[in-house]
């Protein structure tokens, strides 16, 4: 999901003022209680993106969905944000603060594939090499490709590391081909 500026802007100013009220953990729970309900109900999403409902019945609906799980100050910029009909943007908003948290705390996100999937002592081994090599904390997520046949492509931010055999395989026929065109 693309991050508007508008909502990276949010995002920011709410991590600010839960530095300014030294309660950044706090925050980043409720945001991530706030992105997971937005995540498991579609029409949850679909009513906050819709032009139609006014913004005055947005904030009572998020009032009367948070309220009793998340702090005062969360509380107030939640409804901030539907006052400010901005409502329609909370999801990337939450999205954009967590981001903005990891930042700050010294989080990066990697992805990790491999053939089969691998185990506890391996992700952990993994993980502790990639917090050494990044000197950052590192939030470790892994799936399983069959078609990668073996080895591991790991994707930090940008950066994509690809140790698979489909790649090594895809590499060898590629030089392959290229000394078969210069021998014709």
């Known amino acids: 999901m693309l ?43 679909n009513f906050l993106k ?19 799980h998340i702090s005062e100050l969360t509380m107030q910029f939640v409804s901030l944000v539907a006052t400010k009909e901005r409502a329609a943007i ?26 089969k999937k691998l185990s506890a002592k391996q992700v952990e081994e993994l993980k502790t090499v990639l917090e050494k090599t990044t000197s950052k904390k590192v939030n470790l997520s892994t799936s399983e490709k069959e078609e990668l046949k073996g080895g591991l492509l790991v994707k930090i931010e940008d950066t994509v590391i690809d140790g698979t055999i489909k790649h090594k395989i895809e590499q060898l026929e590629e030089r392959l081909l290229d000394n078969t065109l210069e021998l014709n």
């Open 3 to 45: 991050v508007s500026k508008a909502a990276r802007r949010y995002a920011i100013a709410l991590l600010e003022l839960s530095k300014e009220q030294k309660s950044v953990e706090a925050t980043l729970t409720d945001v991530q209680f706030i992105e997971s309900t937005i995540d498991d109900s579609r029409e949850l999403e």
């Open 50 to 68: 819709s032009p139609i409902i006014k913004p005055s019945i947005k904030k009572e609906a998020l009032t009367a969905l948070f309220e009793e």
């Open 90 to 115: 909370l999801h990337q908003i939450s999205k954009a603060f967590i981001s903005q948290y990891n930042t700050y705390a010294g989080i990066i996100e990697v992805e990790v594939r491999s053939a």
